[in-house]
């Protein structure tokens, strides 16, 4: 079922939480609201939840206009970051509660936890209670209770915050396989730029209760639309230096690279980590710098390199023999990189960006 904002707004008091949300998730679509805290992003979930009232706009889940709706009509179901389980029920008591709200019968309720429990592994703790369990079995169980009403739409609320790093790991997998299994229209809320990024079909970044940019993940990695999305997205994010653009060159004190366009005025380069080099000091279209700090990651290490008052991060191979204070340049990937306007931090359309490559193309042979 398609889930809409339509110029959705919301205010407590005199602060806009959120501003003028026009916001679209096809049918089966995995979207992530994604942004730091007091972005709105939570604000927007608990509107579609029916858990707070729009100061203004509409919703509507398919056809429906829920708006004015009360939360137990809208057919929703929404997953927390605290769990939410009731202590004193077992763990097949939870799962089936929504059930017995709509008065199923018992052999219908037995049946479909029965199902919901197996398809997320945890048929076997049916009879224990929630003290008894793992932060992960708890999350699932709390996913199961979710999925066993068969609802419209899934709303998550950060449930992923309360789990440790590995955990996490697995969880965002199954979650992933799990949604597209039931291809039920789902909106997941997060400020881990990690979990938007490998979990969304489309990512909703959201900064001061405003939409920044709509895009699939690849889109906002490669084309960020602003200097907010560019720094906010990708760990680390998108490099961004200062500078000018004349006669088809980026130029500042460090040095010049070319580029395809951009007005001759004040400038920002933006390049991921994995489309540059490291180069010799004074190599031809690079930025002369000083390697601030070097930090292997296994396969792969990353290099921060000092660029006048810039810092900029190089992912190379793992076996770099830079050393911190080393003379060094950097030299982008000309074709990979973007211009964003310097007063207004808007992408300039038509600046070139190609397609992503793997990490850790960028040459380390030619490193100081």
Known sequence: MELRYEQVCKR??????????DLHAPDGCFLVMLGPSGCGKTTALRLLAGLEEPTSGRMFIGTRDVTLLQPRQRDIAMVFQSYALYPHKTVAENIEYPLRIRRLSQTDRQERVQQ??????????LE???????????????????????????LMDEPLSNLDAQLRFQMRAELKRLQKSLAVTTVYVTHDQLEAMT????????????LQQLATPAEIYARPANLFVASFCGSPPMNLVHGAATNGR???????????????SELVLGF?????????????????????????????TLVSVKVGADRVNVRVWSDFQGQIGDQCGVRPDASRTVLFETDSGQLIQGSTNGASKQPGTGSVRESA
């Open 250 to 264: 980026f130029h500042r004190a460090e040095g010049s690279i070319p580029v395809d366009n951009g007005p001759a």
């Open 199 to 210: 979990m969304a079909d489309l990512i909703a970044v959201l900064s001061n209760g405003r």
């Open 12 to 21: 407590f008091g005199a602060a806009d939480a959120l501003i003028d949300l």
């Open 272 to 300: 991921r980590p994995e489309h540059a080099q490291i180069t010799m000091r004074g190599a031809p279209d690079s930025f002369a710098g000083e390697i601030y700090v070097v930090e292997p990651l296994g396969s792969e």
């Open 116 to 125: 919901v429990a197996k398809m997320l592994n945890i048929d076997a703790y």
């Open 128 to 154: 224990r209670y929630p003290r008894q369990l793992s932060g992960g079995q708890r999350q699932r169980v709390a996913l199961a209770r979710a999925i066993v009403r068969q609802p419209q739409a899934f």
